[in-house]
């Protein structure tokens, strides 16, 4: 008896596994189909401004690495993951603004050295 209800369950899972594979088989070709038709019928234009804009997005993704390159990264990176886009601009922004503070800094520092220089 406890043979036959293993051979049952064994076949069941073998008929549950075919469906699944089947299913799956079905719903490949159907999205296979539909594509081909959805393909053949793009225009010329269409596909032109397709790769135009895959130009753009991969330039502008090549400049956020770049950017990424040179902006100091927080010493405490935010729970050790990549960077987003904006959050890469913000912190970018940030150092400009510190570097921009830093030279006006200098500025003002070497003017009032140079004024004291005269003066003397």
Same mark, same amino acid.
């Given at each position: 008896?406890?043979?036959?209800?293993?051979? !049952?369950?064994?076949?069941?899972? $073998?008929?549950?596994?075919?469906?699944?594979?089947?299913?799956?088989?079905?719903? !490949?070709?159907?999205?296979?189909?539909?594509?081909? =038709?959805?393909?053949?019928?793009?225009?010329?234009?269409?596909?032109? =401004?397709? =790769?135009?804009?895959?130009?753009?997005?991969?330039?502008?993704?090549?400049?956020?690495?770049?950017?990424?390159?040179? $902006?100091?990264? @927080?010493? @405490? =990176?935010?729970?050790?993951?990549?960077?987003?886009?904006?959050? $890469?601009?913000?912190?970018?922004? !940030? &150092?400009?603004? &510190?570097?921009?503070?830093?030279?006006?800094?200098?500025?003002? *520092?070497? !003017?009032?050295?140079?004024?004291?220089?005269? *003066?003397?």
């Amino acid at each position: 008896m406890t043979r036959k209800v293993e051979a !049952d369950t064994t076949h069941e899972k $073998i008929e549950t596994s075919l469906k699944c594979l089947v299913n799956r088989t079905n719903r !490949d070709e159907r999205r296979r189909r539909r594509r081909r =038709a959805r393909l053949t019928g793009l225009s010329q234009q269409r596909q032109t =401004a397709n =790769a135009r804009e895959r130009g753009r997005t991969r330039s502008f993704h090549d400049a956020l690495v770049d950017l990424r390159c040179h $902006i100091p990264i @927080p010493v @405490p =990176a935010p729970n050790n993951r990549k960077l987003s886009k904006i959050e $890469i601009l913000r912190l970018a922004v !940030d &150092y400009i603004r &510190y570097l921009t503070g830093l030279l006006e800094e200098t500025s003002n *520092k070497s !003017d009032q050295n140079g004024e004291r220089a005269l *003066k003397i």
